[in-house]
Nanobody, 123 residues
Framework: QVQLVESGGGLVQAGGSLRLSCAAS????????MGWFRQAPGKEREFVAA????????VYADSVKGRFTISRDNAKNTVYLRMNSLKPEDTAVYYC????????????????WGQGTQVTVSS
């Protein structure tokens, strides 16, 4: 069992930056691939980024590539999402998730989810 707690969301102006954190419980953090998803009001939850076990391999949605950076610190059981050049369309609740690293762009590729943190980007 893994429990995930996101933090770092908030209100930021367009063009600004935020760093989200996701702290995981348990001693098996390094055995999970970690992902970030987001859900805007009235829209489906969508994949944002993912990082594999060692942190060396990452995957991004086209909409955030070049602006967002996912990383992980296995010693701290934490995964991060650095978001730069934020746009109003990035406004959403951001969720982190843990899974075995299969179907990493899909929600069903993950077994554990956090409660989410709100990110609001004003124009």
């Amino acid at each position: 069992q893994v429990q995930l707690v996101e933090s770092g969301g908030g209100l930021v102006q367009a063009g600004g930056s935020l760093r989200l954190s996701c702290a995981a419980s348990g001693r098996t953090f390094s055995s999970y691939a970690m992902g970030w998803f987001r859900q805007a009001p009235g829209k489906e939850r969508e994949f944002v980024a993912a990082v594999y076990w060692s942190g060396e391999s990452t995957v991004y949605a086209d909409s955030v590539k070049g602006r967002f950076t996912i990383s992980r610190d296995n010693a701290k059981n934490t995964v991060y999402l650095r978001m730069n050049s934020l746009k109003p369309e990035d406004t959403a609740v951001y969720y982190c998730a843990a899974g075995p690293g299969v179907m990493i762009r899909m929600q069903y590729g993950y077994d554990f989810w956090g409660q989410g943190t709100q990110v609001t980007v004003s124009s």
